[in-house]
């Protein structure tokens, strides 16, 4: 399924949004559709952030298909980091 998610960052004082087009598994968007695409902006804002050269950023808005905000799911998205350690 195809979604447009919109960002509004705020990266050292200089506020500015971005919108894009995002495929996101349908699977996924049935069984709960905020935490997808969620997903994706977060991916997406991380992406923007390195572009950036990894500056101060905050997240002030983040909607998709222009009537679903979802900033504060955007913000309580973590990494998922495996512990492949040996000890």
């Excluded at 979604?3 to 349908?26: A, H, K, P, Q």
């Amino acid at each position: 399924m195809r979604v447009v998610i919109e960002t509004m960052l705020n990266i050292e004082g200089n506020r500015g949004s971005s919108r894009g087009e995002f495929f996101v598994r349908d699977r996924d968007f049935k069984d709960d559709p905020n935490f997808t695409v969620a997903v994706v902006a977060y991916e997406w804002i991380q992406q923007q952030w390195r572009e950036s050269g990894c500056r101060d950023m905050i997240v002030e808005m983040v909607t998709w298909n222009e009537e679903n905000d979802i900033t504060e799911v955007v913000k309580q998205v973590q990494p998922v980091v495996e512990d492949d350690l040996p000890f």
